[in-house]
C-alpha cells in the first residue's frame, strides 16, 4: 500500500493565522506538531516514509520539506495549480503507475484532518485494503453523533462483506431538518473524503466516468514520455474541469462502497471548530498566548504577539497576527472567508 496525502489547499478559513504563504495544514493548531506532520505520522504503524506521496502546489513544497524533512524528492507530485481533487487524484495515479504495478493500493487522505483514535484508524485501513484489492472503489464514513449541516452524507446500503457497505447515494450537505433525518434513518455516514483503490481501478474509472480529464493526463503522459517528470505540464492541466472525486467519479460508479468508521474525526473547517476540539478552562475558554479575562466565558483566543484581555465578552473568537486580529463571533467564523474576499477586492496583497 501506498499512501498519497493531498496538501494544496489553502485554508481562507483560518485567516489570519493561515495565508497564501502558510496554509492550514502548516499550522500547529492542536499540538507541538502541525496538521500534516500528524497525518504522517498517523499511518506510521502501517507504512514508513518510503510508502507515502505529497501531492500540493510548487509554491508548498519549501513548506513541505519543513514539516517532513526526511521525504525524498520523488514522493513529492506537483500540481501546476490547485484543480480541486479529481485532477488531483488522476494526476497522482498516472504519477504512481510509473513506479509502481496496476495493482498497486493508494490511499488517499487530506493533510489536514483530526483522528483521535489512531488505532482504530489503521484497522479501518486494513478493511479497505481488502476491499480496494478486489477491485472496488472505496471510501470510509464516519458514523455520526448528532445532526451536522457541514458535512456530505452517505447513504450506505446492504453489507459487502465485514465491515463493507455498498453505497446507495451521496446527499450534498443538508439543513438541520434532514440532517436529524439521516441521524434517525442510521445508515447515512459523514463524507470524510478519504478513499482508497488500486492504480488500475481509479484509472479506468477516470477512463469510463470523466473521459476529459482522463484525456489531459493521457496528454501530460506523452509530454513527461518526451521530457521527463520535470516537465512544465501546467498549460495541459490549465484545461482540467475543477471537479471534486466525489462528483466526477465516486457519485456515478458502480463498484463504490464505504466503510463505516466510529472514530473522532473533524475536518477542522472553521476556528469555530478549532474552538470545540481544543481543550478549556473552567469558564469553557481556550486561550493561547497571554490573555486575561474577566466575566468571560466560552471563548478561543489565540496570540503569539500581544496580551489580549477580555471582558464581559462571550462565545468570541480573537486571533491576533502582527499585522491583522480576527474578532468573530463563533457562530459566524465561517464567514472569514468573506473578509478575505474583501481584501482581495481591495487590493490589499500584503494580507493575503
Known amino acids: 500500500m501506498i499512501s498519497v496525502i493531498m496538501a494544496g489547499g489553502s485554508g481562507t478559513r483560518f485567516w489570519p493565522l493561515s495565508r497564501e504563504i502558510t496554509p492550514k495544514q502548516y499550522l500547529y493548531l492542536f499540538s507541538e506538531k502541525t496538521m500534516i506532520q500528524e497525518t504522517v505520522e498517523r499511518l506510521f504503524p502501517m507504512i514508513g516514509l518510503e510508502s507515502i506521496y505529497v501531492v500540493s502546489?510548487?509554491?508548498?513544497?519549501?513548506?513541505?520539506?519543513?514539516?517532513?524533512?526526511?521525504?525524498?524528492?520523488?514522493?513529492?507530485?506537483i500540481e501546476p495549480f490547485g484543480k480541486n481533487t479529481a485532477p488531483c487524484v488522476a494526476l497522482s495515479a498516472a504519477y504512481l503507475k510509473r513506479k509502481y504495478s496496476g495493482d498497486k493500493t493508494m490511499l488517499i487522505l487530506p493533510s489536514d484532518h483530526i483522528i483521535v483514535e489512531q488505532d482504530i484508524f489503521i484497522d479501518s485501513i486494513k478493511v479497505g485494503l481488502e476491499a480496494a484489492r478486489e477491485g472496488n472503489l472505496v471510501t470510509f464514513g464516519i458514523q455520526p453523533d448528532y445532526p451536522a449541516t457541514g458535512?456530505?452524507?452517505?447513504?450506505?446500503?446492504?453489507?459487502?462483506?465485514?465491515?463493507?457497505?455498498?453505497?446507495?447515494?451521496?446527499?450534498?450537505?443538508?439543513?438541520?431538518?434532514?440532517?436529524k433525518s439521516f441521524l434517525e434513518q442510521g445508515n447515512y455516514l459523514w463524507n470524510s473524503g478519504m478513499f482508497m483503490w488500486t492504480i488500475d481501478s481509479i484509472l479506468s474509472n477516470f477512463k469510463r466516468y470523466a473521459p476529459g480529464i482522463y484525456e489531459l493526463i493521457e496528454e501530460i503522459e506523452e509530454k513527461w514520455d518526451k521530457e521527463g517528470l520535470d516537465a512544465d505540464i501546467g498549460l495541459i492541466y490549465s484545461r482540467m474541469e475543477r471537479v471534486p472525486v466525489d462528483i466526477a467519479i465516486m457519485e456515478k460508479a458502480d463498484n463504490r462502497v464505504v466503510i463505516p468508521v466510529n472514530y473522532h474525526w473533524n475536518d477542522v473547517g472553521s476556528w469555530r471548530a478549532v474552538a470545540e476540539l481544543s481543550e478549556k478552562d473552567k469558564n469553557n475558554n481556550t486561550f493561547k498566548g497571554k490573555v486575561i479575562a474577566v466575566g468571560s466565558e466560552g471563548n478561543y483566543v489565540h496570540?503569539?504577539?500581544?496580551?489580549?484581555?477580555?471582558?464581559?465578552?462571550?462565545?468570541?473568537?480573537?486571533?491576533?497576527t502582527p499585522d491583522a486580529i480576527l474578532i468573530t463571533k463563533k457562530e459566524s467564523a465561517e464567514r472569514v472567508k468573506e473578509v478575505i474576499t474583501e481584501i482581495d477586492k481591495k487590493d490589499w496583497n500584503e494580507y493575503l
Open 151 to 179: 458535512y456530505g452524507y452517505i447513504e450506505a446500503g446492504e453489507k459487502v462483506s465485514e465491515g463493507v457497505m455498498k453505497i446507495n447515494t451521496f446527499k450534498e450537505k443538508p439543513d438541520f431538518a434532514t440532517a
Open 57 to 77: 502546489t510548487e509554491a508548498q513544497i519549501p513548506l513541505i520539506k519543513d514539516n517532513i524533512p526526511k521525504i525524498e524528492d520523488d514522493h513529492l507530485i
Open 303 to 320: 496570540s503569539d504577539h500581544r496580551l489580549i484581555a477580555l471582558v464581559d465578552v462571550e462565545n468570541l473568537v480573537v486571533v491576533d
